[in-house]
């Protein structure tokens, strides 16, 4: 069956530093990957996605993440972390079959000043 | 752009009250999505419709009955609300289509709490 897998439930980081955030995907094809950060009280905003060609995409805020399709993996990256990414993250796949898409379960991310 | 676009925000409801929770997207989406999102457990699909008139059931639908109104409306009834039933509700739409490769544009969610 399809499913993601965030391993990571929380991660702090201190403000500055680097950020990666791990994503693993079971998908019988090439899947459509997506990142989506959600801020307190708001809705999922998308980060990047990734349908195929260059492995290494770029988002908003400064975030980028890479497939890798030997070990099923789409991490987040961001080379300098800001107060402001205090965030849940969450990695999906999709559309599976027709219409859904599948969500791993988040990443709360901590940054300390 | 209003985008997605979910009402009422927050709403405390009795149990065994029902209510109706709106969303409107803006986008001329063809696939519109009910989600609810309780702590550890990521979203949870309920239901979703590929195109007006059709609609179908996801994850957790019990307890649920939805409505695609027209292209632009999803709306998701609790018939006969239960505790169990209190979460965060997001309404979400895409271009979609089979083997589609678009993303999904969130509202910003209704609280719900069921006494």
């Known amino acids: 069956a399809q499913s993601v897998t965030q391993p990571d439930i929380h991660i702090t980081v201190s403000e500055g530093a680097s950020l990666e955030l791990r994503c693993n995907y079971s998908y019988g094809a090439t899947p459509y990957l997506f990142w989506y950060v959600q801020s307190p009280g708001q809705g999922l905003q998308l980060l990047l996605k990734?349908?195929?060609?260059?492995?290494l995409v770029q988002g908003i805020k400064g975030f980028e993440a890479e497939f890798k399709r030997s070990q099923s993996s789409f991490n987040l990256r961001k080379p300098s972390v800001h107060w402001s990414d205090a965030a849940e993250y969450f990695c999906a796949v999709g559309p599976v079959g027709t219409y859904k898409y599948i969500f791993g379960t988040g990443t709360r991310l901590k940054v300390l000043a | 752009n209003a985008g997605v676009t979910q009402t009422p925000k927050f709403q405390v409801l009795k149990t065994g009250q029902s209510m109706t929770l709106q969303c409107a997207q803006d986008m001329n989406h063809n696939s519109m999505y009910w989600y609810r999102q309780d702590p550890g457990m990521g979203l949870r699909l309920i239901y979703y419709s590929a195109s007006e008139g059709t609609t179908d059931k996801g994850e957790v639908p019990n307890g649920y009955n939805v409505s695609r109104l027209n292209k632009r409306e999803f709306s998701l009834r609790l018939e006969s609300a239960a505790p169990s039933q209190t979460s965060v509700y997001f309404c979400?739409?895409?271009?979609?289509?089979?083997?589609?490769?678009?993303?999904?544009?969130f509202g910003d969610g209704t609280r719900l709490s069921i006494l």
């Open positions: 990734y349908f195929s060609g260059d492995t």
């Open positions: 979400a739409s895409s271009a979609g289509g089979v083997g589609s490769n678009q993303p999904q544009h």
